[in-house]
């Protein structure tokens, strides 16, 4: 709490009393601060590529280095920490523009099958490579209003982190059913999970539960920070629930209709 005093005189400049106005700061303390974390943590998940980058490449540049598989090696690390940078920037960017709501939603009705369309073919695809089983309950006949694009931006990425955070062989399945007057889309693994204790927290931008592991796997840290934007920006709601080593069932529900 911030307050400011202002003594009170009568006419004749007596002191009769003192004026207080108490202003409650907590609010904006947490505002600063969350800012000053985000500038932080931005700083810091830039740097570590950067370092990375120049190391490797200085390594090359090397006159005694010479050996061309190792070189391969090298460039393949700046390779892989340089897109690192590119999908930060990308969804920072994102991220920037959700938040300053410059970002026209362009609302239309939208068939289930044109959402889940090249979405689900992509997210087979990834999940082949671990052996993963990925399978679809969409509901026939759902229809609802949004953004197509975005929409489809919300199921790719809860479909690739189910599919990134559980281990080969494991399961991934997407449903999609109309329930009391809302579409639920939700997305089950069972997968490497989250401590109850945490699950608040995923939604907070770079929060991660194990950073070494979202790094490895080319994660930012900023995509559920972008879903959720974007599903609230259409009304609606995301929630998780999850058990360590279990699984994970993030669900997303949107209105069927524009309010
Ligand atoms: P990241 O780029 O790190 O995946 P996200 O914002 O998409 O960033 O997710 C934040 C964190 O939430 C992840 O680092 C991970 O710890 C956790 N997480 C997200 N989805 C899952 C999931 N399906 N299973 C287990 N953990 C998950």
Request: negative net charge; glycine residues 6%; charged residues 25%.
């Given at each position: 709490?911030?307050?400011?005093g202002?003594?009170i005189?009568?006419?004749v400049k007596d002191?009769r009393?003192?004026?207080?106005?108490?202003?409650d700061?907590?609010?904006?303390?947490?505002?600063?601060?969350m800012?000053?974390?985000?500038?932080?943590?931005?700083?810091?998940?830039?740097?570590?590529?950067?370092?990375?980058?120049?190391?490797?490449?200085?390594?090359?540049?090397?006159?005694?280095?010479?050996?061309?598989?190792i070189q391969?090696?090298?460039?393949?690390?700046?390779?892989?920490?340089?897109?690192?940078?590119q999908?930060?920037?990308?969804?920072l960017?994102?991220?920037?523009?959700?938040?300053?709501?410059?970002?026209?939603?362009?609302i239309?009705?939208?068939?289930?099958?044109?959402?889940?369309?090249?979405?689900?073919?992509?997210?087979e695809?990834?999940?082949?490579?671990?052996?993963?089983?990925?399978?679809t309950?969409?509901?026939?006949?759902?229809?609802l209003?949004?953004?197509?694009?975005?929409?489809?931006?919300?199921?790719?990425?809860?479909?690739?982190n189910?599919?990134?955070?559980?281990?080969n062989e494991?399961?991934?399945?997407?449903?999609?059913?109309?329930q009391?007057?809302?579409?639920?889309?939700?997305v089950?693994d069972?997968?490497?999970g989250?401590?109850?204790?945490?699950?608040?927290?995923i939604?907070?931008?770079?929060?991660?539960v194990?950073?070494?592991?979202?790094?490895?796997?080319?994660?930012?840290?900023?995509?559920?920070?972008?879903?959720?934007?974007i599903?609230?920006?259409?009304?609606?709601s995301?929630?998780?629930?999850?058990?360590?080593?279990?699984?994970?069932t993030?669900?997303?529900?949107?209105p069927?209709?524009?309010?």
């Amino acid at each position: 709490i911030e307050f400011v005093g202002a003594p009170i005189f009568n006419e004749v400049k007596d002191l009769r009393g003192v004026v207080l106005v108490f202003h409650d700061i907590t609010d904006l303390k947490k505002v600063e601060q969350m800012r000053k974390d985000f500038v932080a943590n931005v700083s810091h998940e830039l740097k570590t590529p950067i370092t990375s980058i120049k190391g490797f490449a200085e390594t090359i540049l090397d006159e005694e280095m010479e050996d061309p598989s190792i070189q391969k090696k090298f460039i393949q690390i700046i390779y892989n920490e340089s897109a690192r940078l590119q999908a930060l920037v990308h969804d920072l960017l994102e991220l920037s523009k959700l938040e300053k709501e410059e970002l026209q939603l362009k609302i239309k009705k939208i068939p289930i099958t044109e959402l889940v369309e090249g979405i689900t073919e992509l997210a087979e695809s990834q999940a082949v490579k671990k052996s993963i089983t990925f399978s679809t309950n969409i509901e026939e006949g759902i229809t609802l209003f949004g953004d197509s694009e975005r929409l489809k931006q919300v199921i790719a990425n809860l479909l690739y982190n189910a599919i990134n955070y559980t281990p080969n062989e494991g399961k991934v399945i997407l449903t999609v059913k109309q329930q009391d007057g809302r579409v639920e889309i939700s997305v089950a693994d069972n997968g490497i999970g989250i401590p109850k204790e945490q699950c608040s927290r995923i939604f907070e931008r770079f929060y991660r539960v194990d950073p070494a592991r979202s790094r490895n796997t080319g994660g930012t840290g900023l995509g559920l920070a972008i879903v959720k934007h974007i599903v609230e920006a259409h009304d609606g709601s995301i929630q998780v629930e999850s058990e360590l080593n279990k699984g994970s069932t993030f669900t997303v529900l949107l209105p069927t209709s524009i309010t």
